[in-house]
């Protein structure tokens, strides 16, 4: 019982995470992430639009590198 209940709680974990996921992804505002040192990890669409660079351009960059 405890078993299936925690498969249970995992699966709607997972799911809850990947709807957020959709949701950050495709918000029309900017939403960036960069690691403790200031690279950033993620960029979203938002982000692409308002700043003109793709994420395959600037995410691994460093902030300061750019003027945005």
């Known amino acids: 019982m405890k078993e ?4 249970d709680v995992e699966r709607v974990q ?4 990947e709807h957020l996921a959709a949701i950050v ?4 505002d ?3 992430s960069k ?3 200031g ?3 993620y960029w979203n669409v938002g982000a692409e639009r ?3 660079y793709s994420s395959k351009e600037i995410v691994k960059q460093y902030k300061k590198e ?3």
Do not use: G, P, R, V
């Open 25 to 28: 992804q495709s918000s029309d």
């Open 30 to 32: 900017t939403i960036i």
């Open 50 to 52: 308002i700043f003109n």
């Open 14 to 17: 997972s799911a809850l995470q």
């Open 39 to 41: 690279i950033i990890i």
């Open 66 to 68: 750019h003027k945005y």
């Open 4 to 7: 299936k209940l925690n498969k």
């Open 35 to 37: 690691s403790m040192d």
